[in-house]
């Protein structure tokens, strides 16, 4: 089921109807499309709507091109990581800059992914250590886990799962490698619940959730994907489109708020009495801070617990 299905479509839909009710003349970019749950909704919603979806996993583009084959003659799928956002459009026959009415990202592995065990993305289920969002990329999580020194083990569970015993774990990491290489999840989770102290593992949650979650970050290269599309998205904005964002956890929420911070920022000079002709904003925020879903919607939908929506809507000219 899609988070926050209702508020993504109430914040997109004025920019798509701009032009024509129905949606006519519109753009939307789904940059992480996944199952099509989102773009579903809005293609039906709006029957004039053009959309291009994103996704670098092919398995996800194989099951939203089923999901959307009632819209097919508007959709065109295409097979990228969404930092590569500017050369998908120039394929798709638009122009990077201030082309189309709207943006979403859905950020992070997607239920989809989590429920295909043979992925590696859950630590609940045993599967091969892998977590490629593209079963074709070359890293996989066995072979961080298997070839990173200790220092550098230590350093992608500090940053990307903010673990608090990362020298720890990336110690017996090293000396369990030693006799045996890591090839499957529950390897990993067993060493976990040893590397963990015992008082740490009943609080928080999952012992293996933070480690998990740094190598999947690590392997897809997933937060420097996001500093990169975030601005290449705002710019393919026209005046008046927006981009929502939903992120599921601080690393990837830090930077959208940030990039948000600085889009809505004045560009003139501070401590000037006025605002400089072709210095203002170029966006506006549409959400105060990140918005959360609600009792209701969490019951519904489980994965919605953690998540942060924000919005901006494009207000000004790229030039200052």
Same mark, same amino acid.
């Given at each position: 089921?899609?988070?926050?299905? %209702? #508020?993504?479509? =109430? $914040?997109?839909?004025?920019?798509? +109807?701009?032009?024509? *009710?129905?949606?006519? =003349? ?18 039906? /919603? ?6 291009? !979806? ?21 959709? +065109? ?7 590569d956002? +500017? ?7 638009? !122009? &990077?800059?201030?082309?189309v009415? !709207? ?16 992925r590696?993305?859950?630590? &609940? ?17 066995? @072979? ?5 020194? %200790? ?11 903010? /673990?608090?015993? &990362? ?10 490698? &030693? ?5 499957? +999840?529950? %390897? ?9 102290? *015992? ?13 998990? %979650? ?6 897809? @290269? ?17 005046? *008046?489109?927006?981009?929502?964002? $939903? ?9 959208v708020?940030?990039?948000?911070? @600085?889009?809505?920022?004045? #560009?003139?000079?501070a401590?000037?009495?006025? /605002?400089?002709?072709g ?9 105060r801070?990140? =918005? ?10 489980? #994965? ?11 207000? !000004?000219?790229?030039?200052?």
């Amino acid at each position: 089921m899609p988070v926050l299905l %209702q #508020r993504c479509v =109430e $914040l997109l839909t004025p920019a798509l +109807t701009r032009h024509q *009710a129905d949606g006519s =003349e519109a753009v939307l970019v789904d940059a992480t499309i996944g199952a099509g749950g989102h773009a579903e909704r809005l293609l039906t /919603e709006l029957p004039g709507l053009r959309l291009i !979806g994103l996704d670098r996993d092919p398995g996800a583009l194989d099951i939203a091109r089923t999901r959307l084959a009632p819209f097919a003659d508007r959709v +065109t799928l295409v097979r990228t990581r969404y930092d590569d956002l +500017t050369a998908a459009l120039a394929k798709s026959g638009y !122009g &990077a800059v201030e082309s189309v009415d !709207g943006v979403l990202f859905d950020l992070g592995v997607s239920s989809m992914q989590l429920d295909r065990a043979e992925r590696g993305f859950a630590y &609940a289920r045993d599967a091969p250590l892998d977590m490629r969002m593209d079963p074709e990329s070359p890293l996989t999580a066995a @072979d961080i886990v298997n070839t990173y020194d %200790q220092a550098a083990l230590a350093d992608i569970l500090r940053r990307y799962g903010e /673990e608090r015993f &990362a020298v720890r774990i990336a110690a017996h990491i090293v000396r369990q490698r &030693a006799r045996a290489p890591f090839t499957s +999840t529950s %390897q990993l989770v067993d060493l976990l619940y040893q590397a963990i102290p *015992a008082p740490a593992r009943r609080i928080g949650g999952h012992p293996a959730k933070r480690t998990f %979650q740094a190598l999947r970050i690590a392997v897809n @290269d997933e937060l420097n994907s996001l500093r990169s599309a975030i601005p290449a998205a705002m710019e393919a904005l026209t005046v *008046a489109g927006r981009i929502v964002v $939903l992120a599921y956890q601080s690393l990837e929420d830090r930077i959208v708020k940030r990039l948000f911070a @600085d889009a809505v920022a004045s #560009r003139s000079p501070a401590g000037l009495p006025v /605002e400089l002709p072709g210095h203002e904003p170029r966006f506006r925020s549409l959400t105060r801070g990140a =918005e959360r879903a609600d009792a209701a919607e969490i019951e519904r939908n489980p #994965r919605s617990a953690s998540v942060r929506l924000r919005a901006l809507q494009r207000v !000004g000219k790229g030039d200052s």
